[in-house]
């Protein structure tokens, strides 16, 4: 039978009189409890959920059906012998039952009759340090275990580091199992010391370290009996009195405007939650970025108004102006401004199991702003286990370093150790929408100290005026590679019927496609030349240094143009390629012309107009053409063509 199983018998949750408190005061009293978030972590087997199952088993929180659970799942899964496995009220998963481990965040609320906690139990494996990153994302506590039996191991030096990393001011080293090395003062007096010469290479203000046994109790709840030696607070002691209201930053006020409400034409509020700062009635304001000044007019909450606000409430604010504010915006003192900038330096945790590519631009979500960004260098990796910086030019998975990032539009934003709501940003994949990383800010970046992305490879090539994205890239991106389809034929043969026709099918099949046509071009590039014989070659000739710049990019061109004889029609291939040019003739008579195009052949016969080939000048009929059409074929012939230059 399971040594506590009596006790557990016995076990009466703590509850006040209604004698002596009535139901409205305890609700209001406990209303007013502040809120602890904290996060355990450490090495595998250190005994992090063993630890806050204890926690909630001696402050007598739990549920008599979680205590029967317990009680059962203990004598069938359980890893802790004879004893009660309190790791399982946090051990969720399957896996983490039969391995006794922890993988994912497990999340787990509780209050005493002095404060609310929210507890998040972060795994220990190093595979799993994204999932102990957003475990520690909104922490104020990091409870730290290490096993008196080992000491401080390098999973302690990693986890601590991560968590200054990201922030947290206040640390417990929870030295555990003290029951295994005999409650040794001296055993302890090591680790402590051990770990506070390695933590003073970080900046953590605040450092504690408890002697525990967790699975037996000594400590957690209650002063042990065990460890006179011990002098200072239980871990329930401690958690209960810390001070973490002062971690807020009450100095900068910085309001990220979430959501204007307009509930009817006469309110026009803006929405959101108080990043750090207080606001008052009657205080000055200014927005970002467009500069604009106002006074406060009213706070609202959802308790009704309020001649003040802080961190981290959750307000409706109206102005005494009219001002145009929107989602991502952000409202200021105007003596106190953040950095506003497109260029920052910034520790990067990844989170994606694809590598880093630095040539991707990513979202970058930051506070309500969304952006896009790029990756401009990585500076250098951080090896978490020993701290040293290594050279890396992308991360992987769980990789953290320091890179310099560039975002479209300027963000307003702190560096992280002074404000961690806006220092802190994800980068979002733009294809899948994973979040592949966090980061915190450093401080902005000169834009005239950003390193240059260009190789002296791609200087060579830009001197040469040559493209750095090669053709094989473009028709990896297109599945298709540049090429001209250009259609010759007399007025009246259907040329642009079939042009305007090629460009919907290729276009409607995902091809990069521009159709260029006679009247578009000399209505532009080419108003000022005429039909006389040397304008026409010149007008040609434009329009086929045109088509070889778009096929240069991978683009499909479709031109139609009478290009009435060989010689001009050959020097046009010479400009594009002749292994990119694709000839179509139009093969009809003039008699079909001049049915489609009546008015066109009735002037040129009245010689209102010259130079119409067929009429006064000869049209030349292609000698060596890859497509000849007429009226009788052309919807076979339009698949053929697409098909020979988008093969997919």
């Not at 990383?437 to 450093?442: D, P």
């Amino acid at each position: 039978m399971i040594k506590q199983e009596q006790e557990l018998k016995n076990f009466v949750p703590r509850r006040m009189s209604t004698d002596t408190l009535n139901i409205k005061e305890f609700l209001d009293r406990d209303e007013k409890k502040d809120m602890l978030r904290f996060l355990t972590a450490g090495s595998v087997d250190d005994g992090k959920s063993t630890l806050i199952g204890r926690l909630m088993f001696d402050s007598k929180k739990l549920y008599e059906d979680h205590l029967s659970a317990l009680i059962r799942d203990s004598k069938r899964v359980g890893h802790a012998g004879e004893e009660i496995d309190y790791a399982l009220l946090l051990d969720g998963l399957k896996a983490e039952r039969e391995q006794g481990i922890t993988i994912d965040v497990a999340y787990r609320y509780f209050s005493t009759n002095k404060r609310k906690f929210i507890i998040a139990d972060t795994p220990g494996h190093e595979q799993y340090t994204r999932n102990m990153v957003t475990g520690a994302s909104t922490a104020n506590l990091a409870i730290i275990l290490t096993d008196a039996t080992k000491g401080v191991v390098t999973q302690t030096k990693r986890h601590t580091f991560i968590v200054s990393l990201l922030g947290i001011k206040h640390i417990v080293l929870a030295v555990n199992k003290m029951d295994l090395v005999d409650y040794d003062e001296g055993i302890f007096d090591k680790i402590s010391n051990d770990y506070k010469r390695f933590i003073t290479q970080l900046n953590v203000p605040d450092v504690e370290c408890i002697p525990i046994s967790a699975l037996k109790g000594d400590n957690v709840v209650d002063i042990s009996d065990k460890m006179k030696w011990y002098h200072g607070k239980s871990m329930m002691e401690y958690l209960e009195t810390v001070h973490v209201s002062s971690d807020h930053n009450f100095d900068d006020l910085r309001f990220p405007v979430q959501y204007v409400l307009r509930p009817d034409r006469d309110f026009r509020g803006f929405s959101g939650r108080i990043a750090s700062g207080v606001i008052k009635t009657g205080d000055e304001v200014m927005v970002l970025p467009s500069m604009k000044k106002s006074l406060v007019k009213s706070i609202t909450t959802c308790e009704g108004k309020r001649e003040y606000a802080f961190p981290p409430q959750s307000v409706t604010i109206t102005l005494k102006d009219e001002i145009d504010i929107s989602r991502g915006e952000m409202i200021i003192h105007p003596d106190n401004v953040p950095k506003i900038d497109r260029h920052f330096e910034s520790m990067l945790v990844w989170m994606d199991e694809t590598m880093m590519d630095l040539s991707k631009t990513f979202y970058i979500k930051h506070n309500t702003n969304t952006s896009r960004a790029r990756i401009d260098i990585v500076q250098y990796k951080i090896d978490v286990n020993t701290l040293k910086r290594q050279k890396k030019d992308k991360f992987v998975l769980n990789d953290i370093g320091r890179v310099v990032i560039t975002t479209n539009k300027p963000l307003f934003f702190d560096p992280y150790r002074r404000n961690r709501n806006t220092g802190s940003f994800i980068l979002i994949d733009p294809v899948t929408h994973n979040t592949c990383a966090v980061g915190m800010i450093l401080d902005k970046r000169a834009s005239d100290k950003l390193p240059s992305r260009i190789t002296d490879i791609d200087r060579e090539k830009i001197r040469r005026g040559k493209s750095l994205i090669s053709t094989e890239q473009r028709i990896r991106r297109n599945r298709h590679k540049g090429s001209t389809i250009w259609i010759t034929g007399l007025h009246g043969s259907g040329k642009n019927d079939l042009a305007y026709t090629l460009e919907k099918q290729l276009f409607d099949i995902g091809a990069s496609v521009v159709l260029l046509d006679g009247s578009t071009v000399r209505s532009g590039l080419s108003r000022e030349l005429d039909y006389s014989p040397a304008d026409r070659a010149e007008h040609l000739r434009r329009v086929a240094h045109i088509a070889r710049i778009l096929n240069d990019q991978g683009i499909i061109t479709v031109c139609s143009f009478i290009s009435p004889n060989d010689n001009m029609r050959n020097q046009i291939r010479e400009i594009i390629g002749g292994e990119r040019f694709i000839l179509i003739y139009m093969d009809e008579d003039i008699d079909y012309c001049r049915a489609n195009k009546p008015d066109l052949y009735e002037q040129a016969d009245n010689g209102l107009i010259s130079n119409i080939p067929g009429v006064d000048i000869e049209y030349e009929a292609p000698a060596k053409a890859d497509f000849i059409i007429n009226h009788k074929n052309i919807e076979s012939s339009i698949l053929k063509i697409v098909h020979a230059v988008y093969p997919e």
